[in-house]
């Protein structure tokens, strides 16, 4: 609880804010996606604290696409409402489609695209500050790796090590046979190697520039796309990703948390990557817009990229995912076929992660 708000991983600041807003003492309580960023014993957690305030005369009005934790609120009700359309009004939003199941891509056979060896990394000198130790993984193309363990684990700090994001570590990054640099240091084609869609994305829109503009951008200033080509290529990788052309040419403000969310993906997918890191990028998605997220990195990965997974649904890392990574108190504790893993895990705080998720009813989009 000492360090800076930049240090710590997204479940634990969503917790601090949760603890910012108790702190008041209020009689009714709006919790807008409470469970973002949290691994399956938290949410347990988190619910069993509802549910306390709840018995103790805080009303609680919950908006969240996390059933389970719905769910777990006994006497709540549910409220399933959409606006009325005015007759003549111009549509906003896109009709209501089943997208394809995106499944397993085929993984083409070749050697490793991206080998992390013996990672180490540290927020302040010493042992103390150490988030990551001796992490190791590869992934070759059309592999899709996921990444799992607690809140604070080093899962984050591992994707900012890959994207070039967080330089205080040591051990070797390679893509391709060649180290790779902090981001600063990269030239145009070893960033558009390797992409970044992070768990939190609103701060990373330019809020005076519409969204369509910002997501173009990528394939104008990496690829040398022309603009208005982007620009189209952009609508169109939007469009197949639920977010409207009227909706994605507004500024940022005006667009929600699941918007945003898969505009940033889109944003990454136009800089046709070799490498794509997903942070807990499903989150603030309902089945279907996840499922529509699912399909393009099928997509990605049918066409060669590589894929880093995390996330805390291990039904999706499940379906997703060739292999499992588990991180605990920044180190590797289990790692292996994802079947494997979570049928015989290795260690503890796996077993405590499947035992948490396994009250839950919820599918995986796909």
Known sequence: MRRFPHQFSGGQRQ???????????????????????????????????????????TALLLLSHDHDLVRSRRRGRRLRRRP????????????????????????????????????????????RGEVLRDVSLSLAPGDCLGVA???????????RCVAGLHERHRGAI??????????????DMRKRAVQY??????????ERRPVLDQVGRTAVRLRGSAPDEAAAEAADLLERLGVAPRTARRRPARLSGGELQRAAFARAVLA?????????????????????????????RGAGASVLWI???????AAVADR???????????????????????SETTRLLIRAARPSTRRSPT
Do not use: M, Y
């Open 15 to 57: 917790r601090v804010a949760l603890a910012q807003a108790l702190a008041c003492g209020p009689s009714a309580l709006v919790l807008d996606e409470p469970s973002t960023g949290l691994d399956t014993v938290t949410r347990l957690a988190l619910a069993r604290e509802l549910a306390a305030l709840a018995d103790a005369g």
């Open 84 to 127: 009325r359309r005015r007759r003549g009004a111009p549509a906003d939003v896109l009709p209501r489609a089943e997208p394809p199941a995106p499944g397993r891509a085929p993984r083409p056979s070749g050697p490793a695209r991206l080998d992390v060896r013996n990672l180490t990394a540290w927020l302040r000198p010493g042992r």
């Open 149 to 159: 363990g607690p809140s604070g684990g080093g899962k984050t700090t591992l994707a």
């Open 174 to 187: 390679v893509l391709d046979g060649t180290p790779l640099p902090p981001l600063r240091r990269r030239d």
């Open 197 to 206: 869609v992070w768990q939190e994305t609103r701060g990373s829109f330019d």
């Open 272 to 300: 046709r990557p070799d490498v794509l890191i997903c942070d807990e990028i499903t989150t603030a998605l309902d089945d279907e817009a996840a499922a529509r997220v699912l399909a393009e990195v099928a997509r990605l």
């Open 311 to 317: 996330g805390h649904d291990l039904a999706l890392l």
């Open 324 to 346: 499992l990574l588990v991180l605990d108190g920044g180190r590797t504790v289990d790692h292996g076929d994802v079947g494997r893993v979570l049928a015989a895990p290795g």
